[in-house]
């Protein structure tokens, strides 16, 4: 399992950037690809839109070492990105927006450690948050401008024991505007402060592929959702006991590892839009394992932990 189950808590910053082994196994080409048309079991696909432009990126591996290939430059505003696991394990494309002067080893300087906090200068933009091998997976953002690293976090979380790879991206000028809606939105709210609750609008969540729009919210906080399937009936206390476990051994017993779907990462006042294949009925476990910018409780002990039924 690649999530907050297994991984030790770390705050969203390190989570974006959980590249603290150099610049090994990074880079990207000024090349574009199309995607393929098979489908990951995590997020995929997101519906198409007219206006918006495509970010398409690949990732391999090569011995221990990943890289992305794909442009260094994209048009802003509605950009669908799509990625291609051209892998053998799990792997993402989080997209992070780096202000003023600062560098992605500055970002990582600043990241390293156990630093709960997020600077106000990294902005957690969206992307792809996983894509199992061998499948392809897309969302639909809305880009500002700027100096941008694209991140593979769902490969430095799932153990390979490589560099997880990242690599620069700059977003130009574009027109800003809504991600499309989809048949379900799911919101991280934020209804008093540290606490945050999960609200699903439109169809239910079901068996199959899902069009689902993410919205996060609050105040100077980043929001991701996880869902995974569980069995019996564990408390709420012993499922929160095991998110915040440093443990690197196998998961909970109640676990179904292959069942997990993970979004990319937003700030507060984002959205973005994608597929996401829930692979088998039962119960599904919805939570947030990231902090806010100050630092603070994750949020799953802050209201974003949840069971739904899926049929």
């Not at 221990?64 to 494309?93: D, I, R």
Request: overall charge positive.
């Amino acid at each position: 399992m690649r999530s907050a189950l297994l991984n030790a808590p770390r705050s969203a910053a390190a989570v974006m950037l959980a590249v603290a082994v150099g610049v090994a196994g990074c880079g990207s080409s000024s090349s574009s690809s199309s995607s393929s048309s098979k489908s990951s079991a995590g997020t995929t696909s997101a519906q198409p839109a007219a206006s918006a432009t495509t970010l398409a990126l690949s990732i391999a591996e090569s011995g221990k070492a990943s890289k992305y290939t794909g442009p260094t430059s994209v048009k802003g505003g509605l950009v669908t990105v799509k990625l291609m696991n051209s892998g053998k394990g799990p792997h993402g494309a989080q997209l992070v927006r780096i202000l003023g002067k600062h560098t992605i080893i500055q970002a990582l300087m600043q990241v390293g450690g156990h630093n709960t906090k997020t600077p106000s200068w990294l902005h957690a933009e969206g992307g792809i948050g996983l894509a199992d091998p061998g499948t392809s997976a897309s969302a639909m953002v809305d880009l500002p401008a700027g100096n941008y690293a694209i991140v593979d976090v769902a490969g430095a979380q799932s153990g390979s024991g490589g560099p997880p790879a990242f690599a620069p991206l700059t977003v130009t000028s574009g027109q800003s505007a809504p991600v499309p809606a989809s048949a379900t939105t799911v919101t991280a709210t934020a209804p008093s402060k540290d606490h945050y609750k999960w609200q699903i609008a439109g169809s239910p969540l079901m068996v199959g592929a899902n069009n689902v729009t993410f919205v996060s919210k609050g105040t100077q906080t980043l929001h991701l959702l996880d869902a995974i399937r569980i069995t019996g009936n564990p408390s709420s206390a012993k499922i929160i006991k095991d998110l915040s476990s440093n443990s690197n051994g196998p998961p909970p017993s109640y676990i179904d590892p292959s069942t997990e779907i993970q979004t990319a990462e937003l700030d507060n006042g984002k959205s973005l839009s994608t597929r996401v294949t829930l692979s088998k009925p039962g119960t599904y476990l919805l939570f947030c394992h990231l902090r806010d910018r100050n630092g603070g409780k994750p949020h799953y002990a802050e209201g974003l932990l949840s069971r739904i039924t899926v049929k």
